[in-house]
């Protein structure tokens, strides 16, 4: 089993920044791959950013290209997410994933799952 826990979430102005961190517990960090998807109020969770085992190769949505980084730090078992640039439409309750097995934007591909972490952006 695999636990993870969001950290760094909380209210920003449009503009600004924040880094969220989801630290991973009870298997091989370095052998999950690490996504992270977002649910807005009244929408369906989507995906924002998914990272291999490695660190190597990273993938985004559209909306958060260019703005977002994925990150990770084995040697901590954390990944993070840096959002920058941040607007309105970025307001959502964010989750950290993991996937033992695919590098992938489906959902039902990861089988572990944090908490989430609100992330609000005022305008």
């Known amino acids: 089993q695999v636990q993870l826990v969001e950290t760094g979430g909380g209210l920003v102005q449009a503009g600004g920044s924040l880094r969220l961190s989801c630290t991973a517990s009870g298997r091989t960090f370095s052998r999950l791959v690490m996504g992270w998807f977002r649910r807005a109020p009244g929408k369906e969770r989507e995906f924002v950013a998914a990272?291999?085992?490695?660190?190597?190769?990273?993938d985004y949505s559209d909306s958060v290209k260019g703005r977002f980084t994925i990150s990770r730090d084995n040697a901590k078992n954390t990944a993070y997410l840096q959002m920058n640039s941040l607007k309105p439409e970025d307001t959502a309750v964010y989750y950290c994933a993991a996937s033992g097995t695919f590098y992938s934007r489906v959902q039902d591909d990861y089988a572990y799952w944090g908490q989430g972490t609100q992330v609000t952006v005022s305008s």
């Open positions: 990272i291999t085992r490695g660190g190597g190769s990273t």
